[in-house]
């Protein structure tokens, strides 16, 4: 029985690793959000056709307004003072404003009172820097697991926190921010990116919606959510049950005066 907990725990560090990765590998690449948008209206005959593939930080895209391709590399840029964030294209555009900051400050002072953010290629630095923090609190909370569940593999945990009740904690928390991070990119997404990823002035030519969808990137948060999940699965198959106790091994007794451990 106690090898089956063992092997149990033992199956636990290897999903949170594999989740872990699936979140760094998530952020590491640039497909979160993949757009074809189409060119409303051609120019000498031509399809005009448009890409662009981005991530939390960075991203690339081919503009065409009919006319020949324009491709040029996507940065993740944020006015944290102004609350905003934009997908700055670092070549291939020529614009008054030779900065994103510039971009963002001459965009915000004319936009009216009611206009979205997304007509002016702006999306809310709120939601953004949530998704990043759950992203890496998934993952700390991940690692936590891992070192503990060794700890109990190896050692005798002595307080609740550090025995099989903290692995349902660590895991339960590398869980629910992996679910907070995939929510919030959601509502980031379908209130705004996927209106539009392209600035001012550019996405009035192009339909974006029916042609931007989620990419690769975004569902590995959703399976590393599964694996963590998978932990609380074999926690409780190996029969550990979530309690909050100190272990016999923290029980004092009293024999002829002296206290042992």
């Known amino acids: 029985m106690e090898k089956n907990k063992k092997l149990l725990i033992s199956t636990t560090i290897v999903l949170s690793f594999f989740a872990v990765l699936l979140i760094l590998i998530s952020l590491a690449t640039d497909s979160w959000v993949e757009s074809n948008p189409k060119l409303l209206n051609t120019v000498n005959n031509t399809r005009?056709?448009?890409?662009?593939?981005?991530?939390?930080?960075?991203?690339?895209?081919?503009?065409?307004?009919?006319?020949?391709?324009?491709?040029?590399?996507?940065?993740?840029?944020?006015?944290?003072?102004?609350?905003?964030?934009?997908?700055?294209?670092?070549?291939?555009?020529?614009?008054?404003?030779?900065?994103?900051?510039?971009?963002?400050?001459?965009?915000?002072?004319?936009?009216?009172?009611?206009?979205?953010?997304?007509?002016?290629?702006?999306?809310n630095f709120g939601y953004y820097v949530t998704i990043i923090i759950c992203a890496a609190l998934s993952m700390v909370f991940g690692i936590i697991?891992?070192?503990?569940?060794?700890?109990?593999?190896?050692?005798?945990?002595?307080?609740?926190?550090?025995?099989?009740?903290?692995?349902?904690?660590?895991?339960?928390?590398?869980?629910?921010?992996?679910?907070?991070?995939?929510?919030?990119f959601l509502a980031l997404f379908f209130t705004n990116l996927k209106e539009n990823c392209f600035?001012?002035?550019?996405?009035?030519?192009?339909?974006?919606?029916?042609?931007?969808?989620?990419?690769?990137?975004?569902?590995?948060?959703?399976?590393?959510?599964?694996?963590?999940?998978?932990?609380?699965?074999?926690m409780f198959c190996s029969g550990y049950k979530l309690k909050c106790s100190f272990s016999d091994e923290a029980e004092k007794v009293v024999d002829n005066g002296m206290i042992l451990y």
């Open 48 to 123: 005009g056709e448009s890409e662009a593939n981005y991530g939390l930080f960075k991203g690339f895209r081919i503009k065409d307004v009919g006319f020949g391709p324009r491709s040029s590399n996507l940065q993740v840029v944020c006015s944290a003072s102004d609350g905003v964030c934009v997908l700055w294209p670092e070549e291939g555009r020529a614009v008054e404003e030779n900065t994103a900051d510039e971009y963002i400050t001459k965009t915000l002072k004319n936009m009216t009172a009611n206009e979205p953010l997304w007509q002016s290629g702006l999306f």
């Open 145 to 184: 697991s891992i070192g503990f569940a060794v700890f109990n593999i190896c050692g005798k945990p002595i307080e609740t926190i550090t025995g099989p009740c903290g692995l349902y904690v660590w895991n339960g928390f590398a869980f629910l921010f992996s679910i907070l991070e995939m929510a919030m």
């Open 199 to 234: 600035l001012k002035g550019e996405w009035e030519k192009f339909s974006f919606r029916e042609y931007t969808n989620l990419g690769f990137s975004f569902y590995l948060i959703p399976g590393a959510a599964a694996l963590y999940f998978l932990n609380v699965v074999c």
